[in-house]
Protein backbone atom coordinates (compact mmCIF):
# COMPACT_ATOMS: atom_id res chain seq x y z
CA UNK A 1 0.00 0.00 0.00
CA UNK A 2 1.51 3.06 -0.80
CA UNK A 3 0.20 6.70 0.89
CA UNK A 4 0.83 10.04 0.12
CA UNK A 5 1.12 12.80 2.88
CA UNK A 6 0.13 16.27 1.99
CA UNK A 7 2.00 18.64 4.96
CA UNK A 8 0.99 22.03 5.64
CA UNK A 9 1.71 24.14 8.99
CA UNK A 10 -1.20 26.37 10.42
CA UNK A 11 -3.22 23.02 11.15
CA UNK A 12 -0.79 21.43 13.18
CA UNK A 13 -0.70 20.88 16.72
CA UNK A 14 -0.01 23.42 19.13
CA UNK A 15 0.69 26.38 16.27
CA UNK A 16 -1.72 29.37 16.42
CA UNK A 17 -0.37 32.36 14.66
CA UNK A 18 2.58 33.63 11.69
CA UNK A 19 6.08 33.80 14.43
CA UNK A 20 4.85 29.74 14.68
CA UNK A 21 4.89 28.93 10.98
CA UNK A 22 6.76 31.78 9.03
CA UNK A 23 10.85 31.55 8.28
CA UNK A 24 12.56 34.61 10.69
CA UNK A 25 9.41 34.33 13.09
CA UNK A 26 10.47 34.13 17.03
CA UNK A 27 8.58 30.68 17.38
CA UNK A 28 9.27 29.22 13.40
CA UNK A 29 12.01 26.45 14.68
CA UNK A 30 10.26 25.16 17.27
CA UNK A 31 6.91 25.36 15.19
CA UNK A 32 9.32 23.14 12.36
CA UNK A 33 9.81 20.25 15.62
CA UNK A 34 6.03 20.60 16.13
CA UNK A 35 5.13 19.71 11.89
CA UNK A 36 7.63 17.22 12.15
CA UNK A 37 6.65 15.40 14.82
CA UNK A 38 2.53 15.73 13.68
CA UNK A 39 3.96 13.63 10.15
CA UNK A 40 5.65 11.31 12.14
CA UNK A 41 2.82 10.37 14.16
CA UNK A 42 1.08 9.65 10.39
CA UNK A 43 3.93 7.92 9.36
CA UNK A 44 3.12 5.39 12.24
CA UNK A 45 -0.43 5.27 11.46
CA UNK A 46 0.12 4.33 7.68
CA UNK A 47 2.78 2.04 8.91
CA UNK A 48 0.61 0.02 11.17
CA UNK A 49 -2.09 0.00 8.86
CA UNK A 50 -0.04 -2.26 6.69
CA UNK A 51 1.95 0.97 4.18
CA UNK A 52 4.66 -0.18 2.10
CA UNK A 53 5.87 3.40 0.96
CA UNK A 54 4.97 6.93 2.77
CA UNK A 55 5.87 9.74 0.56
CA UNK A 56 5.57 13.22 2.19
CA UNK A 57 5.44 16.19 0.36
CA UNK A 58 5.94 19.17 2.40
CA UNK A 59 3.49 21.82 1.49
CA UNK A 60 3.85 25.04 3.34
CA UNK A 61 5.13 28.04 2.16
CA UNK A 62 8.96 27.78 1.56
CA UNK A 63 8.67 24.09 1.44
CA UNK A 64 11.58 23.56 3.70
CA UNK A 65 10.05 23.43 6.91
CA UNK A 66 10.41 19.58 7.95
CA UNK A 67 12.81 18.74 9.49
CA UNK A 68 14.40 15.43 7.70
CA UNK A 69 16.75 14.79 10.44
CA UNK A 70 13.85 13.91 12.47
CA UNK A 71 11.59 12.64 10.04
CA UNK A 72 10.45 8.52 10.62
CA UNK A 73 12.80 6.61 8.52
CA UNK A 74 10.32 5.18 6.71
CA UNK A 75 9.51 8.88 5.06
CA UNK A 76 10.36 9.63 1.68
CA UNK A 77 10.21 13.80 1.61
CA UNK A 78 9.41 15.90 -0.85
CA UNK A 79 10.98 19.33 -0.41
CA UNK A 80 11.98 22.62 -2.14
CA UNK A 81 10.14 24.26 -4.33
CA UNK A 82 8.91 25.47 -7.15
CA UNK A 83 6.96 22.39 -7.57
CA UNK A 84 4.03 22.55 -10.35
CA UNK A 85 1.60 20.65 -8.38
CA UNK A 86 2.41 22.33 -5.27
CA UNK A 87 0.75 20.80 -2.27
CA UNK A 88 0.06 17.69 -4.69
CA UNK A 89 3.50 17.46 -5.91
CA UNK A 90 4.51 13.58 -6.50
CA UNK A 91 1.13 12.24 -6.51
CA UNK A 92 -0.18 10.35 -9.03
CA UNK A 93 -2.58 7.11 -9.24
CA UNK A 94 -0.20 4.68 -7.77
CA UNK A 95 -1.07 6.23 -4.58
CA UNK A 96 -3.77 4.35 -3.00
CA UNK A 97 -4.70 7.49 -0.43
CA UNK A 98 -4.08 10.87 0.76
CA UNK A 99 -3.30 12.10 4.33
CA UNK A 100 -3.63 15.69 4.48
CA UNK A 101 -1.87 16.64 7.91
CA UNK A 102 -1.63 20.17 9.58
CA UNK A 103 -4.42 22.00 7.27
CA UNK A 104 -5.85 25.00 7.78
CA UNK A 105 -9.63 26.56 6.73
CA UNK A 106 -10.16 28.73 3.92
CA UNK A 107 -9.92 32.60 3.52
CA UNK A 108 -13.27 34.04 5.61
CA UNK A 109 -13.77 31.49 8.18
CA UNK A 110 -12.62 32.09 11.86
CA UNK A 111 -10.10 29.60 12.02
CA UNK A 112 -6.67 29.48 12.99
CA UNK A 113 -4.49 31.45 10.33
CA UNK A 114 -7.03 30.66 7.73
CA UNK A 115 -6.43 31.89 4.46
CA UNK A 116 -6.05 30.39 0.74
CA UNK A 117 -2.94 29.39 -0.93
CA UNK A 118 -1.62 33.58 -0.49
CA UNK A 119 -2.37 34.93 3.40
CA UNK A 120 -4.47 37.68 2.19
CA UNK A 121 -3.37 38.23 -1.36
CA UNK A 122 -6.24 35.82 -2.20
CA UNK A 123 -9.52 36.74 -1.18
CA UNK A 124 -11.71 34.02 -2.55
CA UNK A 125 -11.67 31.35 -4.76
CA UNK A 126 -14.26 29.36 -6.27
CA UNK A 127 -14.84 25.89 -7.95
CA UNK A 128 -17.72 25.41 -10.15
CA UNK A 129 -19.26 28.48 -8.68
CA UNK A 130 -18.46 26.29 -4.74
CA UNK A 131 -16.49 28.65 -2.22
CA UNK A 132 -13.20 26.15 -2.13
CA UNK A 133 -9.84 26.79 -0.21
CA UNK A 134 -6.61 24.41 0.33
CA UNK A 135 -8.90 21.76 1.43
CA UNK A 136 -11.58 21.68 -1.12
CA UNK A 137 -8.90 22.28 -4.18
CA UNK A 138 -6.75 19.66 -2.72
CA UNK A 139 -9.79 16.82 -2.66
CA UNK A 140 -11.29 17.38 -5.75
CA UNK A 141 -7.50 17.61 -7.53
CA UNK A 142 -6.64 14.17 -5.67
CA UNK A 143 -9.79 12.51 -6.69
CA UNK A 144 -9.40 13.63 -10.66
CA UNK A 145 -5.88 11.73 -10.13
CA UNK A 146 -7.63 8.54 -8.97
CA UNK A 147 -6.70 8.84 -5.21
CA UNK A 148 -8.94 9.09 -1.97
CA UNK A 149 -8.07 11.51 0.56
CA UNK A 150 -8.78 9.34 3.77
CA UNK A 151 -7.85 11.29 6.30
CA UNK A 152 -7.20 15.36 7.62
CA UNK A 153 -5.80 16.69 10.35
CA UNK A 154 -6.30 20.50 11.16
CA UNK A 155 -8.39 22.99 13.95
CA UNK A 156 -11.83 21.75 14.04
CA UNK A 157 -13.02 24.16 11.27
CA UNK A 158 -10.35 22.76 8.74
CA UNK A 159 -12.22 19.43 10.22
CA UNK A 160 -15.93 20.96 9.08
CA UNK A 161 -14.93 22.20 5.89
CA UNK A 162 -13.48 19.08 4.48
CA UNK A 163 -16.81 16.95 6.32
CA UNK A 164 -18.39 19.65 4.30
CA UNK A 165 -16.58 18.56 0.47
CA UNK A 166 -16.76 14.60 1.62
CA UNK A 167 -18.35 12.89 4.98
CA UNK A 168 -16.06 10.22 4.47
CA UNK A 169 -12.94 11.48 5.36
CA UNK A 170 -11.67 10.99 8.96
CA UNK A 171 -10.88 14.18 10.61
CA UNK A 172 -8.94 14.98 13.44
CA UNK A 173 -9.37 18.04 15.45
CA UNK A 174 -5.86 19.28 16.76
CA UNK A 175 -7.06 22.42 18.26
CA UNK A 176 -10.29 24.31 18.64
CA UNK A 177 -9.86 27.64 17.07
CA UNK A 178 -10.90 30.67 19.59
CA UNK A 179 -10.34 33.33 16.84
CA UNK A 180 -7.62 33.51 13.94
CA UNK A 181 -4.77 33.59 15.91
CA UNK A 182 -6.37 31.57 19.46
CA UNK A 183 -7.07 28.18 20.06
CA UNK A 184 -7.35 25.80 22.50
CA UNK A 185 -5.20 23.02 22.58
CA UNK A 186 -5.13 19.18 23.59
CA UNK A 187 -2.07 17.71 25.54
CA UNK A 188 0.60 17.20 22.94
CA UNK A 189 0.76 13.34 23.17
CA UNK A 190 -3.00 13.12 23.61
CA UNK A 191 -3.35 14.84 19.30
CA UNK A 192 -0.63 12.76 18.22
CA UNK A 193 -1.82 9.56 19.35
CA UNK A 194 -5.25 10.79 17.73
CA UNK A 195 -3.93 11.27 14.66
CA UNK A 196 -1.84 7.65 14.38
CA UNK A 197 -5.03 6.15 15.44
CA UNK A 198 -7.33 7.89 12.92
CA UNK A 199 -4.77 7.24 10.15
CA UNK A 200 -4.05 3.60 10.93
CA UNK A 201 -8.28 3.29 11.34
CA UNK A 202 -8.62 5.34 8.08
CA UNK A 203 -6.06 3.41 5.74
CA UNK A 204 -8.12 0.00 6.96
CA UNK A 205 -11.52 0.79 6.63
CA UNK A 206 -11.56 3.42 3.72
CA UNK A 207 -8.36 2.80 1.80
CA UNK A 208 -10.02 0.74 -0.98
CA UNK A 209 -11.49 1.48 -4.39
CA UNK A 210 -11.16 4.83 -6.33
CA UNK A 211 -12.89 8.11 -5.15
CA UNK A 212 -15.72 9.43 -7.14
CA UNK A 213 -14.41 12.58 -9.01
CA UNK A 214 -15.96 15.05 -11.25
CA UNK A 215 -15.35 13.67 -14.76
CA UNK A 216 -16.23 16.70 -17.59
CA UNK A 217 -13.89 20.67 -17.22
CA UNK A 218 -13.88 22.44 -14.14
CA UNK A 219 -13.95 26.44 -14.03
CA UNK A 220 -11.88 28.06 -11.52
CA UNK A 221 -12.75 31.77 -10.35
CA UNK A 222 -9.99 33.56 -8.15
CA UNK A 223 -10.96 37.09 -6.36
CA UNK A 224 -7.05 38.64 -6.04
CA UNK A 225 -7.04 41.79 -3.44
CA UNK A 226 -5.00 43.49 -5.97
CA UNK A 227 -5.90 44.68 -9.28
CA UNK A 228 -2.72 44.46 -10.93
CA UNK A 229 -2.61 40.58 -10.36
CA UNK A 230 -5.63 40.34 -12.63
CA UNK A 231 -4.52 42.84 -15.32
CA UNK A 232 -1.12 40.66 -15.40
CA UNK A 233 -3.17 37.27 -15.39
CA UNK A 234 -4.84 38.13 -18.38
CA UNK A 235 -1.76 37.27 -20.68
CA UNK A 236 -2.56 33.77 -19.67
CA UNK A 237 -4.22 32.38 -22.46
CA UNK A 238 -7.87 31.16 -21.55
CA UNK A 239 -7.44 33.59 -18.59
CA UNK A 240 -10.91 35.60 -18.57
CA UNK A 241 -11.70 38.60 -16.50
CA UNK A 242 -15.05 38.76 -14.45
CA UNK A 243 -14.24 42.32 -12.88
CA UNK A 244 -11.27 44.20 -12.29
CA UNK A 245 -9.61 41.99 -9.46
CA UNK A 246 -11.15 38.47 -9.93
CA UNK A 247 -10.27 35.96 -13.07
CA UNK A 248 -11.36 33.03 -14.47
CA UNK A 249 -10.53 29.76 -16.40
CA UNK A 250 -11.78 26.18 -17.31
CA UNK A 251 -10.23 23.02 -17.66
CA UNK A 252 -10.00 19.80 -16.80
CA UNK A 253 -8.07 19.15 -12.77
CA UNK A 254 -5.72 17.86 -12.08
CA UNK A 255 -3.97 20.72 -15.14
CA UNK A 256 -6.30 23.04 -13.33
CA UNK A 257 -4.50 22.90 -10.34
CA UNK A 258 -1.21 23.25 -11.89
CA UNK A 259 -2.49 26.64 -14.12
CA UNK A 260 -3.43 27.92 -10.62
CA UNK A 261 0.06 27.25 -9.21
CA UNK A 262 1.44 29.32 -12.17
CA UNK A 263 -1.19 32.21 -11.03
CA UNK A 264 0.05 31.93 -7.72
CA UNK A 265 3.50 32.57 -8.75
CA UNK A 266 3.02 35.46 -11.18
CA UNK A 267 0.90 37.00 -8.02
CA UNK A 268 3.98 36.51 -5.77
CA UNK A 269 6.37 38.29 -8.13
CA UNK A 270 3.91 41.13 -8.49
CA UNK A 271 3.03 41.86 -4.73
CA UNK A 272 5.66 40.28 -2.65
CA UNK A 273 3.69 40.62 0.56
CA UNK A 274 4.00 38.61 4.00
CA UNK A 275 0.59 36.43 3.98
CA UNK A 276 -1.73 37.39 7.12
CA UNK A 277 -1.35 40.93 6.88
Not at 36 to 54: C, F, H
Not at 268 to 273: D, E, H, I
Amino acid sequence: MRIYISADMEGITGLVDADDVQPGGRDYERGRVMMTEDVNAAVRGALAAGATTVTVNDAHGPMRNLLPELLHPAARLVRGKPKNMIMLEGLDATFDAVLCVGYHSRAGTLGVMSHTFMGHEIEDMWLEDRPVGEIGFAHATAAAIGVRVVMLSGDDTACAEMNDWDATVTCVAVKHANDRFAAELPPLTEARQAIETAVAGSLTTQHAGAPTAHSGPSTLTVRWQSASVASALLGIPGVTLVDSRTVQAGGHLPGLYRLFGVWTRVATALTNQAPYC
